[in-house]
């Protein structure tokens, strides 16, 4: 991985770029501190690997890959005349490396069980901050960009938007990793056709058939992989599995728990407290996914039945069957069910929830309201990509595709 | 290649499918006759080599792959439980290895110039007939497969229709030979998806988002392959060639031909012609890419100095410019161009039209008239794909988009 | 995947071979076995991630993967007149699959330091009878297979030999996943030159170029990966900490552990006991990745400060300097180095150890005494390849490479 | 391909690379003159297609290609501090872009029969020579760099060595086209380890084992696909087929022939003629691929028999079947054969050499004589590969590998 002398060369392996050469000495300590080495150990798509075996990579591989885009993307531009000094490069790289530093383990997961009141956006800001002043106010400028604070507006585009090195990295990643070979985006080609017009990200002309495709790719990759079904499964179950824990902590039942999980198993921190109090952000940067998983592998032999089934069903991969529609479920159909389960395994009505739920999934492809893809015409006009495109329509693009679905327990 | 020993196995390298293994004994005979040994001369993507230097394979390749795609289709859906027999599967296997025969060398441009009358359809089906007989009737049963009068429906759908081995085929190999990697798709994955219900080919719901994929690959490889503006440009040009030729020798004017290739420039067979005497369909066999560049290359040197003047330029690649719109050009505009490059190059009236042409392509993404892409629902129901998509929509799919173009010598 | 329906297709999504279709209904259930399922969380290649960021691949999907290139090497076989049985088949296909079994998390380390006395074949033996037992003695020519007990003995060579599934697949996985493009080996084309000459495995003549090519790839790999001297560095700092951990836990020092590595850091379980007791088996299958680094990362705040100066230093990648050579280090060389970390550190004789350490590693290219690689010639003639080759000669082959190492902190 | 507008950026699409940019002016006017251009007409393998369908790739892809690899090369020792100014690195690119300049269709086949007296080496001279002349002196340095006289010896050896940006290019693209997988070579991976020291281009010691497996890689390629023995069988057919054809020009029998190939066929160009006018040397570079095929295709219907069935066998791929040994075949056996074959066509014992023939190939791996491949060590020594090996030693490197091999038409 970094070269073995750090005084030189440092380059990172990676499957899908070959080699990522690390630009400077800030990335290069910025991605050896713990804050981000910890990102080694925290999976990019939670328990999708149940699905996809492949899918084990981490938020470490992807954000040094969007940051590898980032460097590429930049030399574009300054191919091109646009103008973006040595600084504000770097500040665009470290914008991006840090872009996900606020996750922890199976992030949606853990969000709305056991950390309250504050998302991984919140933490991410506490993170670079306390690693800005660490680094002396070095960051400033990254901070900026990543906070669209900064006057060069499409700085900020390439880290955040609609089109963004960020999904160009995760689309490709996550196709990779999956065998989803139809996730595939031509980062490269697109990359090549970037420009910058009234300090506007735009992306020339004969670009739009690529871009179409990373639109159709993107909506594919939803579909097929982050909203597949069995993973939809998987991870509520996981987000049961962690209810039904905290639940018992706050009853005082006593849980196998690493030292930081049990801090925020047992305890209740709010957002202002992470602000108020280091330890606190220290506590959390300790989080990844063994303290999860290492947890849930010794829960399925506690002694309450209820976390023990569902952490057995998880490790053993027993998951729940699942049905799936454009409408919401009927109550009566629901409570049908409800009653099925839980005489067959004896459950009152408190904890039929934990084996019988529904809930729904919705994404959009594209959103003409947020700051969109633009076209560059060879004219000089710019469009919307919704605009721009006689495949991809407004309406259609637009419209939010919401799914429905049911889990139970299998062989019913 | 074909294995040295024929009595053996024989397999074909193939750089997409690695290793392609023939069936059977009807098959392997067929790929060792002079007429399909002659698609190893005919590149499948004519001049786009000019845009996209490695797109020199051949009609040889495409087909070999078409029939490994076929025998894979076919596996899946026995697999399944749709019955296919022996005889079957051969004639599915022989039928889309024959679809493409009758080609001549850069197809279009020869025939709008100087093969008339009869298209390469019909040449096909006379192709077939005669490899018929010499086979003593093998082929009937795969030509009844190839014109759709065979009972099994489907089997003409893996055939032809807008979710064919054919198109799988050449998406992802013309995606592979041009470096175009966005219009890779994953036949893979559409193979696995296949079925049969009421004798119509389907693809299960799940593989909804791998067509959406397909569909939006095949339209980005038109926009940016088949008709990208500079293939267009050559394109145009080789028929400018062939029309000049064609021209010259009705005028008895002297031209270096193949013998193959004078009898076609310098005669005029018909469609009857060509049904009635066999020795013209032989004479036809005969044509390949090396007939035509052949002899272009010498004509560069032509004492008519239009002639050379167009060969000289496809030759050197000195293309030229073309602008694109989407309404047409004025007429007004036209003439300007044409009077400008008319005393520039001292042409009259007549022969103009060699050097400034307009003209124009479209295309239909799909085609909702024709035998669509059927989607099956897990409910059992069976919806067209513009109906089964939420992304493309029946009226965006139908639109058939056209362009116009407008060519002349560049540095005007 | 695991199709949703059990009673239909079972297909595993594979990033390497796009799909791998399960035969048939026992190795569907030996796959959803608890002892399998365990696979999931057990990587592949340990500690060489902190090098190669991608290396997070799993036993799991390596012998599903090794078991898709059996149905392969099967299938070829039997194209070619090989008697093989449905029976026999589906023997291979579980010998493959189960050949690991017994791998515990980090085997190597974990052996060497907590589990004793017994190592993973002890163990793969152990758990494929307890699973023969629970499937009825459905393994007995599986189990007969991987022992070479069976009468035809290729079908042994294809699990274990220096040409077997496993190595195939593990060369081509490996190399994916860590992105050494050069560790590829041609599995397709091996395959198809497969055959079996009075009951042994051997490749056919043309194939001897691709042995050679596999040889020289195994060989790049061990020294680019495999033994890799960042990955060596890792590897020896986890035996430290286990080594370490296990002093403490003999001192009956506390210790942060999963109630299943609580059992083995603080008992001592004899092969025989792992005879005897079913319950010792369960125990151990139920370790694994997340038992052993769970717990090193809380040990990273131990209060005996080796233990958590070690663990930190893993967990945060501060990998020790290590130095390669030839020959074995001089004494005197090593005495100087230990002082001064002794001094810098203020360490005793005895503690030193886990900071400065010597060791030395070796790799075979290939083994002539032990099953060789067959090349069958033309003429009918049999040859090892070491003797068919006239790149690679049996002096240079056998010579066992040996390398010595000493590793201490950097910095000093 | 080459961007419309070349006044802008000139990008040209690969499908190994993705996009080479073409660094200057200079190389795009030298890529656009008609000397250059032609290399998109002669196929880099010459017959290989007969084996592998994929191999039509050209000269042109090639040479464009070892380019990029020399930017890539210059970049990487430029960011190790070696000095290489604008002007050298220009003088590389160009002295690799023309470094197959001279190559004729079918280059050893041609060479052997219809141009005599002069190789494509004497004619890339003249070439170069032409062109500096056209270009006004602009390739001095380039010319200096190819020849070996330019002070910075290195330069010279990224152009033409054991281990130059020719071999690189060729094998990585010789295996994508070809579909034999094993042939890849990480180009990447080397460029990366490339250095100077004392002028000498070394590799960095890590890099060793990437280098073995360039030499096996190589090794591989020569057996398996530059000297297949059915490209062998082709390859003689076509030298037979010229040698014919000179043989009855010499008698002034009447051969369709672009008229480019009738100067060469009819008349005898000596290399002082092709010095002494520069006429010729424009004829000769006239010649392509189309030129050859499109006389033979026209020859298969020639009265003579001899040529006539030699072409018509390549050109329906009827080849003759080869035996290949270590030994030189038996007089004896060879004559029993010839007696067989000549009672069956029919010939005489002079025109019995074109259908009995036999012929030998040899292929070092490497020349440990010629100028090596260094092996640089981290305490500084350099090394050549055959002594920094342990797996490559220089007795077996050295060893020239000699076959024989006999022809005859199949079906005696």
């Given amino acids: 991985m970094l070269n073995s002398n750090p005084n030189k060369r440092k380059i990172i392996n990676d499957p899908i770029y070959g080699f990522v050469t690390l630009p400077d000495e800030l990335i290069f300590d910025l991605i050896n501190h713990p804050f981000f080495q910890r990102l080694r150990r925290i999976k990019q798509l939670g328990m999708t690997n149940l699905v996809y075996p492949g899918a084990l990579h981490t938020r470490f591989q992807h954000t040094i890959g969007a940051m590898h885009l980032m460097i590429e993307a930049i030399k574009a531009l300054q191919s091109k005349g646009i103008e973006i000094t040595a600084e504000e490069a770097q500040a665009a790289n470290v914008a991006i490396l840090l872009h996900d530093i606020g996750h922890g383990p199976f992030s949606h997961a853990l969000e709305h069980t056991i950390v309250h009141g504050i998302n991984h956006e919140d933490i991410s800001a506490l993170l670079m901050n306390r690693l800005n002043k660490e680094f002396k ?137 992470f602000e108020k109090e280091p330890a606190v952000l220290d506590l959390f940067a300790q989080l990844d996914d063994y303290d999860i998983f290492g947890a849930i592998k010794v829960w399925a032999k506690h002694e309450d039945v209820i976390l023990s089934t569902l952490c057995e069903n998880l490790i053993e991969r027993k998951l729940y069957k699942i049905e799936i529609q454009n409408e919401a479920f009927e109550k009566k159909y629901i409570a049908g069910i409800k009653k099925i389960v839980q005489q067959k395994l004896g459950l009152n009505e408190e904890e039929i929830k934990y084996f019988v739920f529904d809930n729904s999934v919705s994404n959009e492809i594209y959103n003409v309201s947020k700051i969109g893809i633009n076209i560059l015409f060879r004219n000089g006009k710019i469009k919307d990509i919704s605009a721009a495109s006689d495949q991809l329509n407004v309406e259609v693009l637009n419209k939010t595709v919401k799914k429905y679905f049911l889990c139970y327990p299998k062989g019913l």
Same sequence: chains 1, 2, 3, 4.
């Avoid at 990793?177 to 031509?186: I, N, W, Y």
């Fill in 137 to 273: 106010g070095k960051l400033d400028l990254a901070i900026a960009v990543f906070n669209n604070r900064y006057k060069k507006k499409f700085l900020h585009q390439l880290v955040s938007s609609q089109l963004d090195m960020d999904r160009l990295d995760y689309l490709k990643r996550d196709s990779f990793f999956t065998g989803v070979s139809e996730g595939v985006v031509s980062s490269d080609r697109i990359i090549k056709m970037l420009n910058v017009v009234n300090d506007q990200l735009v992306i020339e002309e004969k670009g739009i058939y690529s871009i179409e495709k990373f639109i159709i790719a993107r909506r594919l990759m939803y579909w097929q992989v982050y909203l597949h079904k069995t993973v939809l499964v998987a991870e509520n179950m996981l987000v049961n599995v962690l209810t039904r824990a905290k639940e018992l902590a706050d009853k005082k039942v006593d849980l196998f728990c690493s030292p930081a999980l049990h801090e925020f198993l047992y305890k209740r921190y709010t957002k202002k407290l």
